[in-house]
């Protein structure tokens, strides 16, 4: 577990986009009464050790100012576009907003698009989502990934 861990991490970049393309409109930070689910602690503890540590979800899916902080309060609600001869996304929102982020997805859909690469709609994620990265990863490490994320 722990070199599958350490591969992860070392893998770098990695990019979920919940829109059907890649998303620039999907920057708004938490809408209030966006669903939110309870999580006991150690799932919490693993949910987020795996968002913000190994799978470095922030990198790409949280906004930033041009000296490449993070804006506050807006961690995780979408990223900056990248324009590359390969692709061009912008990735997309993973809060909990119903609308707008992961809110509404469930926990097969969250399997799907993070093992898979494929949207609740049937859509293929961006080019960048490397899926492969994450087929290892237990029933428990998606769950504790998905809780986080809604808690």
């Known amino acids: 577990?722990?070199?599958l861990l350490l591969t992860l991490f070392a893998v770098g970049v990695v990019s979920l986009s919940p829109t059907s393309g890649g998303g620039g409109e999907l920057t708004k930070a938490l809408a209030p009464g966006a669903a939110k689910i309870p999580a006991d602690e150690p799932t919490l503890?693993?949910?987020?050790?795996?968002?913000?540590?190994?799978?470095?979800?922030?990198?790409?899916?949280s906004p930033r100012t041009p000296d490449n902080s993070?804006?506050?309060?807006?961690?995780l609600s979408g990223g900056r576009t990248y324009d590359t001869p390969a692709f061009y996304v912008t990735p997309g929102n993973l809060t909990s907003d119903p609308e707008t982020g992961l809110g509404a997805w469930t926990a097969e859909d969250v399997?799907?698009?993070?093992t898979r690469g494929v949207r609740p709609n049937g859509l293929p994620l961006?080019?960048?989502m490397r899926t492969a990265f994450f087929k290892p990863l237990t029933e428990e490490d998606l769950e504790a990934w998905r809780r986080r994320i809604l808690s």
């Open 126 to 128: 961006a080019p960048m």
């Open 70 to 75: 993070v804006i506050p309060g807006r961690e």
């Open 111 to 114: 399997k799907q698009a993070l």
């Open 45 to 61: 503890r693993r949910g987020k050790y795996l968002v913000e540590s190994v799978l470095s979800c922030g990198n790409c899916h």
């Open 1 to 3: 577990m722990k070199r």
